[in-house]
């Protein structure tokens, strides 16, 4: 079969994968980190449909999925790709039944293999101190110290903070309004810290030459401050302050998560605070917590330590 042939038998395929993408654009409104994710994914299926000479959607057995998923975990595709790739599949497919494409769903009696999850990385309260200890009257700098303790203070994503405007913030800066994954808007708290990095901040601001009006974090052009910038900048100022790891704007929000629930022990709060649908990803963080003390019973209590000499 000539690869034209091939192509054109695709043709129903690929335009059902296209119509399913602007649906989760244009009507789902999902992020282009999210959009970007389901491409890549249906991209792998695409690719492998045309290598297996699948033509219609019906051909696409659970047996030919699974075999499939198996040869992916055996070339060295981690579980954790494997799980996303076969939620993409899902999702694709639960489209193609609304639409009466489809009757059945392939992948929905399917498992990835689990992966083993990793606990966050944090920094501790010593060490969040000496990063956000900064006395220098840069404006960028102050802009960097802004964005270092609104991340603390309020528990952000890195897309959340770039996308903030002037106007996203009530009552004096005392809140602040974010829009999360999935488009989902939620009001968090702003510390008093953060609250007055954010002034000096804004006492210097005007002194870029400002493009971008409604920007809260400003690039030294005067636009929108990119994600990547954002990176380069925490990183920067971590190495600058001597951290002993590297340092991104996630860890700032696995320490804000984890040293809030340590004090207060209010897991439902914490996943509110954080914008987390699911409890579950808000467990994460007592773990954490139980390590902590797991470390401090080891090295304090009488029947953990080990003596020394003889017994």
């Known amino acids: 079969m000539s690869f034209q042939q091939t192509s054109l038998q695709r043709d129903p395929l690929q335009k059902d994968i296209n119509a399913f993408l602007d649906y989760l654009k244009f009507e789902k409104n999902s992020s ?10 249906l991209k792998k299926l695409s690719d492998w449909l045309a290598s297996q000479n699948i033509s219609t959607w019906p051909e696409l057995s659970e047996k030919r999925l699974r075999l499939w998923l198996a040869e992916l975990h055996g070339n060295g595709l981690q579980s954790k790709s494997l799980q996303r790739l076969l939620s993409s599949v899902r999702s694709l497919f639960r489209y193609l039944n609304r639409q009466g494409i489809v009757e059945d769903n392939p992948a929905k009696l399917l498992s990835a293999p689990k992966a083993s999850r990793k606990l966050p990385v944090t920094l501790d309260t010593d060490q969040m101190d000496a990063l956000l200890n900064n006395r220098d009257d840069d404006p960028l700098v102050l802009r960097d110290q802004a964005m270092l303790e609104l991340f603390y203070s309020s528990g952000l994503r890195l897309s ?16 602040v309004s974010v829009l999360g994954k999935g488009s989902k808007e939620r009001i968090v708290p702003v510390g008093r810290k953060a609250r007055e990095a954010i002034q000096l901040w804004l006492s210097v601001r005007a002194m870029l030459p400002v493009k971008d009006e409604q920007a809260l974090f400003l690039s030294k052009r005067g636009e929108r401050i990119s994600h990547r910038q954002v990176q380069n900048r925490v990183k920067r100022q971590a190495r600058e302050q001597g951290m002993p ?13 984890s040293h809030l629930l340590e004090s207060s022990g209010d897991l439902r709060a914490v996943q509110e605070l954080l914008g987390h649908s699911d409890i579950s990803t808000t467990q994460i963080y007592t773990h954490l917590d139980f390590q902590h003390l797991a470390d401090v019973y080891d090295k304090a209590h009488p029947r953990a330590r080990r003596k020394k000499g003889k017994d």
């Open 32 to 41: 282009r980190h999210t959009l970007a994710a389901y491409c890549r994914d």
């Open 160 to 175: 959340e903070l770039v996308g903030l405007n002037l106007d996203s913030f009530e009552e004096g800066f005392q809140r």
């Open 245 to 257: 790891t590297s340092v991104h704007p996630h860890m700032l929000r696995h320490s804000f998560a």
